[in-house]
């Protein structure tokens, strides 16, 4: 099924806080359809600052699934305690127009040190929006409509993040881009200003297509990306949340 399949790629991605800076220019700033990824290999993570005590963190996977499926996972709200690793807590609030819905969560990392388990978790009020021909179709906006990020390198992808302030309702760039005529299929997920939680900014957009030219004759193949972008409060240090998100 594809829940047991999301469940275990989404399982493996490493913890990590950043990449080595000898691999920056080997790591892509967006994934295109000219680059296919193995499925049920780990996910592809990239993670960049961002002005402030903030980050922006991109991954993306390629499985053997349908969109609509896929899409089906991620909009059980109720279950995705049991497909999002490291998510500790996930209560519906309350249920939105166009299927959408406000959720509390809370994610927790582990680290052991000296084999003693360290435990780190932040919590958030999200506001979850569906966009079934894209966000840019929705009307909002992302950072991708101003920057080409496949014409950029590695390097000044980093550069042109660490100037590019975090705006609220201009979402990141998503982390994967299409060809035209290819669909696309988004989901948006916002902080509730004014509502409990850890970070003072926190938007980021869940991204499915399919993948024709990449899958096996008779085969269903789709990509899932991930593109965030947050930032703790001030009383929080920013790397322990990294790692969290990108796991």
């Known amino acids: 099924p594809v829940s047991k399949f999301m469940r275990k790629a989404l399982a493996e991605v490493p913890i990590i806080g950043r990449e080595e800076p000898n691999n920056e220019e080997n790591s892509a700033p967006v994934l295109t359809d000219k680059i296919c990824l193995i499925p049920g290999d780990e ?3 990239r993670v960049e600052d961002a002005p402030g005590n903030a980050r922006r963190i991109f991954t993306g ?6 969109v609509e499926d896929v899409w089906a996972v991620l909009t059980d ?3 995705l305690n049991t497909v999002v690793p490291n998510l500790l807590e996930n209560d519906i609030i309350q ?4 299927g959408g819905a406000r ?3 809370v994610g927790r990392s582990t680290w052991k040190i000296f084999g003693r388990a360290f435990h780190f978790q932040a919590g958030t009020t999200l506001e979850v ?3 079934p021909n894209g966000i840019c179709a929705s009307g909002w906006k992302t950072a991708g409509e101003h920057i080409c990020a496949s014409t950029l390198s590695s390097l000044e ?3 042109e993040g660490r100037k590019t302030a975090l705006v609220r309702d201009i979402f990141p760039r998503p982390f994967s881009i299409h060809v035209p005529g290819v669909p696309v299929r988004d989901i948006t997920m916002q902080n509730v200003l004014g509502a409990r939680g850890d970070f003072v900014h926190y938007q980021g957009v869940w991204r499915l297509q399919p993948l024709e030219g990449c899958a096996q004759p008779g085969q269903d193949m789709m990509r899932l990306t991930f593109a965030v972008e947050c930032e703790p409060h001030w009383f929080l240090p920013v790397a322990p ?3 969290k998100i990108a796991a």
């Open 77 to 79: 709200y109720g279950t």
């Open 43 to 45: 996910p592809v993570v």
């Open 61 to 66: 996977v390629d499985i053997r699934a349908r």
């Open 95 to 98: 249920h939105l127009d166009g």
């Open 103 to 105: 959720l509390w969560q």
């Open 129 to 131: 929006r569906l966009h």
């Open 157 to 159: 992808a980093r550069d």
């Open 241 to 243: 949340v990294e790692g």
